[in-house]
């Protein structure tokens, strides 16, 4: 016997049943809200980005010096040492063009999503962000980049503070 | 520890929306299973129940709220959750609890609707981003998956052609599943690169689809294999490992919590070739180039070398290595928790030589599968052997 027997004929509706009324649905809406906490190490992470900087954490036991920046080491087991400023420049350490929203709506021009290794901090430590100034056909992993700036009375303590990253 | 061996699985079809409630979809691969190995509730221990994020469905508590259609009543019930892992972890967790001399029987159901979601499932996922650091960026799911697969093809100097090839391949396998939701025989590469472009180098058809189905299936000691089957699959090793939620800190272009998964498994199951003593594999693809990273995670190719295997054929069903003979999730579907089941599921009807049209040729003796999950760092994998 094969495992065909095993498999049970579960029934399923089209789009049409659905577009034409012959399913039944319920609808329900969540209202979930919430108020972080930034917690030490993000609370300044966001402070110092409104300030226009970017700042890490190091760990004097296995010597990296990581953003975002934590109050602990997760690979020693105790807490970082001290507050490392790093540069607004770094590394594109890997890239997307992203051709659609989340959900599924298209875009004409792509959203250009990286993770970039930045300046000053250990190698391989990343944060994901955007680029910008650039065209998509010349993204290249491996270039170089630069953080551009929300002008400094638009900053909010907010990732955001930083508009993209441009090649330089 | 005790022995413990798969007995009996069952499934639903994987359906792109089903019409059945998920406590519905439950019961159906519980039964089937149960069926398989003519067992009945009353010879079942205990229960677990896996099925991934609550928001899914828009309901709390969700294993409990599937209990009833997966046969928990009045049993001690558990349920497992590591997201995308789950599918592998929860068979794993019925592992232990029969290894351990707890329990004689154990069913495992695997449930998952995911087109209840709207406008669309992916929403539900846009919370593994960082509330504090990442989700003002607006982010897209397929961001994760298009920078981890553009850092892969990047590091070992691969074209989207070199991983189209995986899709082609799964979807054609599950032309012959009798539950999949995306076989094609006839699909070709240049279907897959000629597919729209969602997140580059993401296409259409590099990504399974999203789907509603269940799994399930039935473990049991030493004593009772024997007196419910003259064919029983054991489980002969698993494992599990967790890398940093700190994901952008991570090497993106080789899992290293897959390879730790892996020797644990593979050191219970005294593997110390996996190369020569696994038969099958049944790694996680919900992305192409998933199967491909997740192969040499499994160190069952060197690192960046499974594309290379998989131009050659050796991954083919008839080849050297077979993997995803089920069709995986790019062709059988990508009902999150039941995926992962699915593999497991595969790899029992492989071993038995009941896959029908997919069987294998050469007699399979062992097989890994693996899933993959949490905030996309868990590795979790089973060896199951005759």
Not at chain 2, 81 to 107: E, K, N
Not at chain 2, 260 to 286: C, F, S, V
Not at chain 2, 360 to 374: E, I, L
């Amino acid at each position: 016997m094969t495992m065909e027997a095993h498999v049970y004929p579960t029934v399923y509706l089209s789009q049409k049943d659905i577009d034409e009324g012959r399913a039944l649905t319920t609808r329900w809406e969540p209202n979930a809200r919430y108020a972080w906490d930034t917690g030490v190490a993000i609370g300044r992470y966001l402070e110092e980005l409104k300030a226009g900087r970017l700042i890490g954490r190091r760990c004097d036991a296995c010597r990296r010096t990581v953003i975002p920046p934590r109050m602990f080491c997760e690979v020693c087991f105790r807490p970082t040492d001290d507050w490392v400023l790093l540069q607004d420049t770094g590394t594109v350490k890997t890239f997307s063009l992203c051709y659609v929203t989340w959900n599924m709506k298209r875009l004409t021009e792509p959203e250009i999503p990286a993770v970039i290794d930045i300046d000053g901090a250990s190698k391989g430590m990343g944060i994901m962000h955007m680029l910008g100034e650039v065209k998509p056909d010349e993204v290249k992993i491996g270039m170089r980049v630069r953080a551009v700036w929300k002008p400094a009375e638009e900053r909010q303590g907010d990732i955001t503070d930083i508009l993209y990253f441009k090649p330089f | 520890m005790r022995r413990v061996a798969i007995v009996g699985a069952g499934m639903t079809r994987f359906v792109r929306r089903a019409q059945e409630t998920g406590k519905e979809l439950a019961w159906e691969a519980a039964s089937k299973a149960l069926e398989s190995c003519e067992m009945t509730l009353d010879d079942i221990d205990c229960v677990v129940i896996g099925t991934a994020p609550e928001a899914f469905d828009g309901v709390h508590m969700k294993a409990e709220y599937l209990s009833d259609g997966a046969g928990a009543w009045r049993k001690p019930m558990l349920r497992g959750y590591v997201g995308g892992g789950t599918g592998v972890f929860s068979p794993l967790q019925g592992w232990y609890h029969i290894a351990s001399g707890l329990f004689d029987t154990c069913l495992v159901v695997c449930e998952e609707k995911m087109s209840s979601c709207q406008p669309h499932p992916q929403g539900a996922f846009l919370t593994i981003f960082d509330n504090m650091t990442e989700r003002q960026l607006e982010p897209n799911l397929l961001w994760i998956f298009a920078l981890e697969m553009n850092a892969y093809m990047n590091r070992y100097g691969l074209s989207k052609r070199d991983i189209a090839q995986v899709s082609v391949k799964n979807k054609r396998n599950a032309a012959l599943h009798p539950a999949a939701l995306l076989g094609d025989a006839e699909i070709t590469v240049e279907d897959v690169l000629a597919s729209e472009t969602l997140a580059w180098p993401v296409q259409r058809l590099d990504v399974s689809p999203v789907t509603d189905g269940a799994v399930a299936l039935v473990l049991s000691s030493d004593t009772v294999a024997r007196r419910t089957t003259d064919k029983p699959v054991w489980i002969e090793g698993v494992g599990w490992n967790l890398d940093t939620a700190y994901w952008t800190n991570r090497d993106l272009s080789y899992p290293t919590y897959v390879e730790e998964a892996a020797r644990m498994a593979y050191k219970m199951a005294g593997i110390t070739e996996p190369r020569k003593q696994i038969n099958i594999a049944e790694p996680y693809d919900p992305f192409d180039y998933k199967e491909l990273h997740h192969l040499e995670g499994l160190m069952l190719f060197d690192k960046g070398k499974a594309p290379e295997a998989t131009a050659l054929g050796i991954t083919q069903r008839d080849g050297d290595l077979p993997v995803c003979p089920s069709g995986g999730l790019l062709g059988v579907g990508n009902p999150i928790a039941a995926a992962g089941l699915m593999k497991v599921a595969e790899l029992f009807w492989q071993l038995r030589g009941e896959a029908g049209a997919r069987q294998v040729p050469g007699r399979p003796r062992r097989g890994v599968a693996q899933a993959w999950g949490d905030l996309m760092q868990v590795g979790t994998v089973i060896v199951a052997g005759i």
